[in-house]
């Protein structure tokens, strides 16, 4: 059981203006935004569909309806300002605010059409997750009513884990309501907030506007290296990930004579900045890959499989599906480097179709970088 003795309830959310590279959230304010949203959604009753409210009849209903959230205690309501133009095209609530507990809800979400399966709409779930953690939150929930496909599918796009079905758990519109729950956990952030910048990226889109990856390609939680499962590595996985790299580093230092620098790295940033994948034995974890995908360029930046695993070919399968991985992502080829001693390392890339293709010279080693071309499928 993990314990928290040190751990503080983060204070509540204050309203505050959060900006993003596509859109801006805004404390909702009635006089400012009620004219654009409105202008933005009359006439598209269909959003309201899984709402708990009916569609506003009119402008008037609908400044009774946002004049309500503003009042409401326990939420933060946020207008969602679309910086193509300047404009609130939506709202949306930050919500189930629980700080001794370490718990924040994403909800609400009103998105006009013209919002709906935009970059701001993505970012602005970004936006609101960065935020609750930043303050100390452990816990981002999403919840939506069972029968509400889109909404599941945007969760799991979106890098949330489902968690289960509270049957009967509410009557909505006078009808039954099964919720389904999805949750990132603070351990998790690190690497969701990766998926999403990596997607948000702009050069991830081209020059009519379309994605060259899906956000679901980055949140990829898992995967398998032949047959061997992976999975990708949270904040928690730390201790174990020194641990491995210990025993499996260690002995080449009495080779190269310095420390080896995946040994040594910060791994709460190489968890936040890489994809770091992980394959788990019966007894703990028994070998990571860490990949670093950046400026255009594929690195299999280290591997490492325990002493007490070896002999099973691990080192070959997670090889194997970083090619795999690297042309999934359409990069044609694989970078590494390593000690320019660790001789028998190098011939073994060799044999896998690395070649060398140039040292480098630091203060203290030297280097050898290598490069595999990879193949296209078609």
Same mark, same amino acid.
């Given at each position: 059981?993990?314990?928290?003795?040190?751990?503080?309830?983060?204070?509540?959310?204050?309203?505050?203006?959060?900006?993003?590279?596509?859109?801006?959230?805004?404390?909702?304010?009635?006089?400012?935004?009620?004219?654009?949203?409105?202008?933005?959604?009359?006439?598209?009753?269909?959003?309201?569909?899984?709402?708990?409210?009916?569609?506003?009849?009119?402008?008037?209903?609908?400044?009774?309806?946002?004049?309500?959230?503003?009042?409401?205690?326990?939420?933060?309501?946020?207008?969602?300002?679309?910086?193509?133009?300047?404009? !609130?095209?939506?709202?949306?609530?930050?919500?189930?605010?629980?700080?001794?507990?370490?718990?924040?809800?994403?909800?609400?979400?009103?998105?006009?059409?013209?919002?709906?399966?935009?970059?701001?709409?993505?970012?602005?779930?970004?936006?609101?997750?960065?935020?609750?953690?930043?303050?100390?939150?452990?816990?981002?929930?999403?919840?939506?009513?069972?029968?509400?496909?889109?909404?599941?599918?945007?969760?799991?796009?979106?890098?949330?884990?489902?968690?289960?079905?509270?049957?009967?758990?509410?009557?909505?519109?006078?009808?039954?309501?099964?919720?389904?729950?999805?949750?990132?956990?603070?351990?998790?952030?690190?690497?969701?907030?990766?998926?999403?910048?990596?997607?948000?990226?702009?050069?991830?889109?081209?020059?009519?506007?379309?994605?060259?990856?899906?956000?679901?390609?980055?949140?990829?939680?898992?995967?398998?290296?032949?047959?061997?499962?992976?999975?990708?590595?949270?904040?928690?996985?730390?201790?174990?990930?020194?641990?491995?790299?210990?025993?499996?580093?260690?002995?080449?230092?009495?080779?190269?004579?310095?420390?080896?620098?995946?040994?040594?790295?910060?791994?709460?940033?190489?968890?936040?900045?890489?994809?770091?994948?992980?394959?788990?034995?019966?007894?703990?974890?028994?070998?990571?890959?860490?990949?670093?995908?950046?400026?255009?360029?594929?690195?299999?930046?280290?591997?490492?499989?325990?002493?007490?695993? !070896?002999?099973?070919?691990?080192?070959?399968?997670?090889?194997?599906?970083?090619?795999?991985?690297?042309?999934?992502?359409?990069?044609?080829?694989?970078?590494?480097?390593?000690?320019?001693?660790?001789?028998?390392?190098?011939?073994?890339?060799?044999?896998?179709?690395?070649?060398?293709?140039?040292?480098?010279?630091?203060?203290?080693?030297?280097?050898?970088?290598?490069?595999?071309?990879?193949?296209? !499928?078609?």
């Amino acid at each position: 059981m993990t314990t928290l003795l040190d751990w503080k309830a983060p204070p509540f959310p204050p309203a505050k203006v959060l900006e993003g590279q596509y859109c801006r959230l805004e404390p909702l304010d009635v006089a400012r935004h009620l004219d654009e949203i409105w202008t933005a959604t009359a006439g598209h009753d269909h959003i309201w569909d899984w709402l708990p409210a009916a569609p506003p009849k009119d402008k008037e209903a609908y400044r009774a309806l946002l004049t309500s959230m503003v009042e409401k205690a326990g939420i933060v309501p946020l207008a969602v300002i679309d910086k193509v133009d300047g404009k !609130a095209k939506g709202h949306l609530w930050i919500m189930e605010i629980r700080p001794e507990q370490g718990v924040f809800e994403v909800g609400w979400i009103t998105y006009a059409p013209s919002l709906q399966r935009t970059r701001p709409a993505t970012e602005a779930i970004y936006l609101v997750g960065e935020y609750g953690f930043s303050l100390g939150y452990r816990r981002y929930e999403w919840k939506c009513n069972n029968l509400n496909e889109p909404s599941k599918r945007a969760a799991l796009r979106f890098g949330f884990q489902y968690e289960g079905l509270f049957r009967q758990h509410m009557v909505v519109k006078g009808r039954n309501r099964d919720t389904a729950w999805f949750s990132i956990l603070d351990s998790e952030w690190p690497v969701r907030a990766q998926g999403f910048r990596r997607w948000l990226a702009p050069e991830n889109f081209d020059a009519n506007g379309a994605q060259k990856f899906s956000l679901t390609a980055f949140n990829q939680p898992t995967a398998l290296a032949g047959t061997v499962p992976l999975r990708r590595a949270t904040t928690n996985d730390i201790p174990a990930i020194l641990a491995l790299k210990n025993a499996a580093y260690t002995p080449n230092e009495s080779i190269i004579g310095v420390p080896s620098l995946p040994r040594i790295a910060d791994y709460a940033q190489v968890v936040a900045e890489h994809e770091v994948w992980l394959a788990d034995g019966a007894s703990g974890l028994e070998a990571a890959l860490v990949l670093e995908i950046e400026d255009g360029k594929f690195t299999l930046w280290s591997i490492a499989v325990a002493p007490e695993a !070896a002999g099973r070919k691990l080192g070959r399968a997670l090889m194997d599906f970083a090619d795999e991985r690297a042309l999934a992502l359409q990069f044609d080829a694989v970078h590494l480097y390593t000690h320019a001693k660790l001789t028998q390392r190098i011939s073994w890339y060799e044999r896998l179709g690395y070649v060398i293709t140039h040292h480098q010279e630091l203060a203290d080693r030297r280097l050898t970088h290598m490069r595999k071309q990879l193949q296209k !499928a078609g």
